[in-house]
Every structure is written in C-alpha cells, then in structure tokens.
C-alpha cells in the first residue's frame, strides 16, 4: 500500500485526523500495512510499540472475555477499526480467521507528528508554566484528557441530524423542554433578521418560520452556553471570556457567510462559537490544578493548546469534519485551502472580533483568507467594511446568545 493510500486512511481515523498535512504525510511514510495470514493470534503487549487498525478480512476479537466476529471487506467506506485500544486488557487477543490486511501506526512516529502539528507561540514558558503545559499536552495526545460533554439539548438536537424520520414535531419537542432556549428560539424569530410580518408566539411557529435546518443549528448554538461553565471564580472570568468572544465571532461568521452568499450562514454561526471551544477543557483542568491561576498565564496555556484541544471536542461531539477543521486552522492567518470553507470564513471573523475588542491583530496581508473569500483587506487597524454596515445585525446576533 502506497504512502498517498495510508494518508487517505489517516485523515480518517480519529486518532490521525487533526493532524497537520504535514505531519500526517510524514507519519504515512513511517507506517505499514501487512497482511497477516490466517490463524495469526495478537495480543495488546505483542503490539505495544504500534497501534493496529484492521483494513479488510475477518477475524474474532477477544475483548474481557467475550468473542466477537468482525468482516471487513475490500473498499469499506468506513474509517478503519483500531484493534487494542488504550482499555484493552492483557488477556485479550484477536485471532485471524481469514488473512486481514492492517495498518499498523508506529506510537513514536505518532508522537513525533503530534509535536510537530502542535503550532508553538512566541511566548516563553516559565518551568513551573512548562511543566504543567506537558502535563495536558500529554494528556490531550493520548486522548486522556477529560473532554466537556455535549450540553443535553444540544446532544438531542444532534442525534435528529442522524434519524432519518425527524421532523418539525420532533424538533419542537427537544426545544420545548428546555425553557430557556425555547425562549431564546421565539426571540431570535421575532428578531429584526428573521421577522416576518406575524409576530410569532409559539416554539412551533417559530420552528415553521425557520425551517428545520436553521432552527437545529440556531437551538445548537443557543444550548452550547452550557459548556462554557467554570466552577471557580478564578477561572470563571477567564471562561466567560472566552463565551464572549466566541459569541462576537460566531456572529461575524454569520454575517460573512450571508453577506458574500458563501455556505451556509447557520452552519457558519456555529463554525464561529466552536472555533474556540479547546479552550473550555483547558481551563478545567486548570481550575482542578490551581486555586488562583494568573489570568496572564490561562490565555498563553490555551493560545499554546487550544486548536488541539478543540479538534478533540469536535470530533469526541461528532460534529463534522468541516467543523474540526475550524479548530485546526483557529488561529492560522496564512490557511488558504483550495475553495472556501468554513475555516477561511472563522478566520475573517476572528479578524473581525479581535479589532472590534482592540486587540493585537497580524497584518491584514497575513490573511489569506481575505483574497480566497474575495474581501477587500482593510488597513491595519480598520474594521471590514461589509460588516461594518451590518452594525445593527451584528448587535441583533449577539443578543441571540444571552440566554
């Protein structure tokens, strides 16, 4: 199997797929992809320098004691199947019934791409601040850090987008049961950008009136709120900082997008507030370290691992794959993929927001996503004109999320 083949199968696969294309191409060439013929047995230790992915053919895993068969074919859309995960025992096994192709994904070669995909900031690290940065950057690569879980409204609204039979009915009862959003929802309906010529006075109605698509992305962007919670006062400040600039970006995104007719303008709302949602598990990991931590120090920590981070939630919440890149490219001024995407558009908004709350921002040259978006750089220091004129629907999108 070639190395451009194991890219492909790397991009998929939740372990590999956040990392940096070239990180990942250096990563394939350092795999191997063997076909093991049939009645070879393994067990975790016999694999303990490798991760082991099965590519086709059948065979029977042993997991805790209990069997179970597993048939991969040839050409399978699905992302490659990791064999031992890290809560695998030592008396499991798996046992080939058939010859089975495999991927096997060398753990140094995977730490090396994890290091060099990590963007590193100017900013210097004290030895205590070192410390404590390795700690999390070791948790994270190993997939051992405890991720936020999805805010309940929001993990219903998701599962919709998976059930072939949802409908408005369905929808309006996930929102009706939580008051808050439900209110937030008839607000934003009666609000300046969706009115229409009835004033809406029902969940129902105001689902009607959105449609179904735009009403599950609006009620997800509402219900996220909840993930943005810290439970100490030193790290609350640092958190709702974090909520306040995400919503700021998040309706600049959406008005990018329905401003230049690109993408979908609900799906860009929501590329906006995730872009920086890394930053919510690491700032609990640093309330349950630290009493008092200096707010100086938590905004250099998440500058340093937020896109990580976030690329993690993203995809521990499913949320897509065009999402997961927002987080990736969060703060790379110089990402210019090949067409638009959400990515280029987060970014404009994160150039928006930061010289709306007068913060240091690169070079307008620096944006690449300007000239791909087809926006007119400003001069430094100069908002964007477009939505400089949307003043009044920006202030309208914000009030969407004070819940």
Known sequence: MDTTTIDSLLQEMDLTAHLSESARAELAQACASPELPAGKRLRPKDVADRHLFLLSGQLVRVSGGTPSRITVSDGNSEPPLQMFDGGAGQHDFIITEKPCRMLEVPTGALEQAYSAS?????????????????????????NRLELPTMPEVALRIQELTKDPDADIDKLTDVIQRDGTIAGALLHATNSPLFRGSQQIQSVRDAVTR??????????????????????HAATRE?????????????????????????????RALLAGLVAGIGAVPIIQFIEVREDHPE?????????????????????????????????????DWGYRPAEADYASIALVAQ??????????????????????????????????????????????????FEL
């Open 118 to 142: 990590l963007v590193m900031h100017d900013t210097e690290l004290d030895d205590t601040e070192g410390a404590f940065f390795g700690e999390l950057y070791d948790l994270i690569t190993s």
């Open 210 to 231: 959105l449609g179904f698509r735009n009403t599950r992305m609006l009620a997800m962007n509402m219900a996220m709120r909840q993930a943005f919670k810290a439970r």
């Open 295 to 331: 707010p100086e120090r938590v905004a250099r920590l998440v500058r340093r691992l937020r896109n990580l981070a976030g690329v993690l939630v993203i995809n521990y919440w499913d949320l897509g794959g065009d999402l997961v890149n927002v987080a990736e490219h969060s703060s």
């Open 351 to 400: 150039y928006a927001a930061l010289q709306a709350e007068g913060k240091e921002l690169p070079a307008p040259s620096e944006v690449k996503a300007f000239e791909l978006l087809g926006i007119d750089a400003p001069a430094l220091g100069e908002p964007i004109a477009f939505l400089e004129a949307r003043s009044a629907d920006l202030a309208e999108l914000q009030k969407l």
């Open 238 to 266: 640092a958190m709702e900082a974090v909520w306040q600039h995400g919503v700021l970006q998040s309706a600049y995104a959406y008005l990018v997008a329905d401003s230049l007719k690109l993408l979908d303008r609900e």
